[in-house]
């Protein structure tokens, strides 16, 4: 001991160090970070011919040595090349083990608590994998003095526990070179893949948006004339699938490309966006068509003072013996045709409901003002009508040198 140098390789050739990694616990993955944490037990095997004593007799089958006896000795420099951040455990005193065999085989274990990157790719977020990798070598030499290899049992998981938003995967060890301006260096890569549970996800996003889409098609049920009532609904729901959304994109890192959450919170938007806008075409078309009901119902501003009496009679219920000659008016279900000379129509009579208004289907509408052009002698009347509990039937004023029909 008294020639040994720790300042020296032991082997002018260089030396094999084996490297043997059990992973005890995984604390968390940071997204934010982009990194995970991890308690490991790290150790090295090599052999120092300058620490044999297997010539002695007398001696143990082993030493085990103080964790100070560590700087006194040669050591291959090997570390976490790629952590961002590395700390040997000490409770209370530095968790390091120092084991020499009678051959000069040294084995030195540390257990530390170590932060490693992690290549986020959240395209498919949140029901993703992630992968983190651990890279080793040593810091002082090249493969000219240390050569670096996995022992027998590379990677042991020996993992206490589950994390609460990801389960490993599986994981896979290699060896690699990596070429420095100084000379070739030996990698060992420890590759670790995560998969993130999405059950939270289901629970917290994807069922309320499921919610908040079904009830804004609620207000497709609603009665159209119910408008404040069906755009509260929409909004409402597009209001709450944004804040479900901002709750979760808080936690997750900023980046610029598509996430699978991305497309699902965007084709909920759009299902209750085009809901919005249906309610907008259904309010418009009432508009239209009650101006129509209302222009029918007033007749036109050159209508003659008859049509205006008629309109006017029909929209307050009055009945076809109170309008004056040569008026008759009649309710009926009426099928118009056109014959060369003559409209026929073929009339039941019914009932007048009280307070009801007419209503002419455009059909009907058509068929008699092509009718009108053809016949100088007759003039078109016509007037809205809205039957209380029935279907809509078609009412028409046709005035001839005789009578009026209504059909």
């Not at 170590?114 to 990798?133: G, H, K, N, Y």
């Not at 990801?166 to 000379?183: D, I, N, V």
């Not at 109170?322 to 014959?339: A, I, K, Q």
């Not at 409901?353 to 009108?372: D, T, W």
């Amino acid at each position: 001991m008294n020639s040994y140098d720790p300042k020296s390789v032991p082997n002018a050739n260089g030396v094999d160090v084996k490297v043997d990694l059990i992973i005890q616990a995984v604390s968390g993955i940071s997204e934010n970070a982009a990194s995970f944490t991890a308690d490991v037990l790290f150790s090295q095997i090599w052999l120092d011919t300058g620490l044999a004593f297997d010539n002695m007799t007398g001696c143990l089958p082993n030493l085990t040595l103080s964790h100070r006896t560590i700087d006194d000795i040669w050591l291959p420099n090997v570390c976490f090349q790629n952590s961002k951040s590395t700390s040997i455990h000490k409770s209370p005193t530095p968790n390091i083990f120092l084991l020499i065999y009678p051959n000069g085989t040294i084995w030195v274990n540390y257990r530390v608590k170590v932060e490693a990157p992690c290549e986020l790719d959240m395209t498919s977020f949140p029901m993703d994998v992630q992968r983190c990798t651990m890279t080793f070598e040593s810091y002082s030499f090249n493969v000219g003095k240390v050569r670096l290899d996995w022992f027998d049992t590379g990677v042991i998981m020996d993992v206490q526990g589950k994390m609460p938003d990801f389960e490993l995967a599986r994981y896979t060890w290699q060896k690699s070179q990596f070429y420095y301006p100084a000379g070739q260096w030996d990698q060992l890569k420890a590759t670790f893949y995560f998969r993130r549970t999405y059950g939270y996800y289901i629970l917290q996003l994807y069922m309320p948006t499921y919610a908040s889409v079904f009830i804004s098609w609620i207000a497709f049920w609603l009665d159209s004339k119910c408008l404040p009532g069906r755009i509260t609904l929409g909004v409402s729901s597009l209001m709450a699938l944004t804040f479900q959304y901002g709750n979760v994109a808080r936690s997750l890192p900023k980046v610029s490309y598509v996430k699978a959450l991305d497309v699902w919170i965007f084709a909920c938007m759009g299902f209750i966006f085009f809901s919005l806008v249906e309610l907008a075409i259904v309010g418009h078309v009432d508009k239209q068509a009650l101006k129509h009901r209302k222009r029918y119902v007033d007749g036109d501003g050159d209508a003659s003072s008859d049509q205006r009496k008629i309109s006017s009679a029909i929209q307050n219920g009055v009945s076809e013996h109170s309008v004056e000659r040569p008026w008759m008016l009649r309710e009926t279900h009426t099928d118009c045709r056109l014959n060369s000379n003559r409209l026929q129509m073929t009339a039941i009579r019914r009932r007048s409901p009280p307070g009801g208004r007419l209503l002419v289907s455009g059909r009907s509408m058509k068929r008699l003002r092509e009718f009108n052009k053809r016949k100088s002698s007759a003039a078109l009347f016509w007037a809205p009508l809205e039957w209380t509990g029935e279907k809509l039937k078609i009412g028409v004023f046709l005035r001839t040198s005789r009578q009026i029909e209504t059909g």
